[in-house]
């Protein structure tokens, strides 16, 4: 994604936001009386899951065994450390568990935008770490190249492809915020309204900069299926429907224990868990998980995509703190992500929470005052699912165990290319190697966590609640949003 992407996402590190402030798990049955017509078909699956090429399941671990490598996690952070420990290492023996199916979680769900900001963005990196910024944006660019040549290199077919990114403005107070964007950006470019109507047409659109380089797009899970392919041509042994319900000290190494009671002693392990409850309690609290939802279209007929342009296919996004982001697909499919971004009390991550009639309403309504010349247009999927949102918008690292395991968390929305080098990062800090990576402040600092409840949810409710306020009030911030800013827990404009 662009720099400038990423820099607002950081304003809004709960995604979008809710338009109400009740408890949201109070609304999850709620269904609107009018939701929205094109809705009605529309699958509840994810959509790039829902494929009749999805790989069949890989049998459960069911047996005690040995490993110089666990992975705990089927998704991009896994299945990444797995292909790069084989490349490191053919040796070494390998093994991946995951819980339920590879690439099922925020993986195979996502907008598929693969950028190469590994700091969420240049504005968050240039806040945080200002000296080692350059650093990090050429490690990023290394990253996302690696990730293109190592999908060249084992036929991953998951439609990766370099169009740029589009942000658009659709309030006045944006305009300058996009002049901003260009401002010492040699590869930004600046478009008026007409000329950015002219690339993709919305009668909401005032302006746009166009960033050529620094993301690709992806299908999401077939970049999972293709990786753990990959992964298995090297040696690695994969399984799924494996919950690990504790890792301990063993010997001299980890013992992994499944939901089976089966037991792996592993030499090292590496824990790819994203949002869902870390293996590592004393990491609980530096994560919230929280949804986001997305819906995809039927395809579009080639009226419909004369009717919208869009030729150059740029993944894009708004620039309210309640964005959307939208990409199209290799078949002519509009995804269309974002806006409502929901944090349920207790941190709860529960299948229930990845449909929420009302925000697929409130996206399709939106979708159709963005774009009125496709209306008519149906839906096939609507579907959500939880980021792991750290109080520093990216990646944190580190190690446990006596420094047998390693960890990487805390993506928080900006996942799919930064796992690659969050894969590398864990193995650097097992394997002891002292590498550019390790020296980054970035990785050697941790984000602060979050509070306990009821003082996340109030903290969350009351930033989403701030976040809307300044949307509505042309982007001025209030105080909460100040004082975060303060902190550097803000969302800096
Ligand atoms: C709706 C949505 C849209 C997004 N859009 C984008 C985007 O466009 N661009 C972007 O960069 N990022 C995006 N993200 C974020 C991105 O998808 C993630 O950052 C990334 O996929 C994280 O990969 P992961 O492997 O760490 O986590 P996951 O894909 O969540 O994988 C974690 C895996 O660990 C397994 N697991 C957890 N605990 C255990 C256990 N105890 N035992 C066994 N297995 C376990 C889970 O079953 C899961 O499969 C989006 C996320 C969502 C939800």
Redesign the pocket.
Known sequence: ?SSEVSRRLVQRPWGGLGADLERSDWHDAAMPADLHPSLVDAATTPYWLDRPTRPAPRAAYDVNGTADLCI????????WTAILAKERDPSRDVLL???????????????????ASLTHGHANGVQRWPDEIETLERLGRENLDAIEETLERYGVDCDFERPGAITVATEPHHLEWLRDMVEGDPDATYLDEDAMRAEVSSPTFLAGVLEPHGMALVD?ARL?WGLAAAAESLGVRIHEG????GVARGGSGVDVRTASGAVVRAAKVAL??????S?VRRLRLHTVPV????LMTEPLSPQQLDAIGWRGRQGMDDMTNQFH?FRMTRDHRILW?GYDAVYHFGRHVRPSYDQRPETFDLLARQFFTTFPQLEGLRFSHR??????TCTRFCAFFGTAYAGRAAY?LG?T???????RFGADVMLDLLDGVDSERTRLEMVRTKPLPFPPEPFAFTGVQLTRWSLAAADRNGGRRNTWLRTLDRLGLGFDS
């Open positions: 994604m705990v996690g089927g998704g991009f952070s896994g299945l568990l995951e819980g339920n199916r590879i690439g099922w979680a925020a993986s195979g769900r996502n907008g598929g935008f693969c950028a999401p999972a494996t919950h690990v319900t790819g868990t994203n949002a869902f409850p293996l949804y986001d939802y997305a982001y992500g579907w959500g699912g939880a980021i792991d990487a993506y929305g900006l996942g799919v290319g930064a796992t």
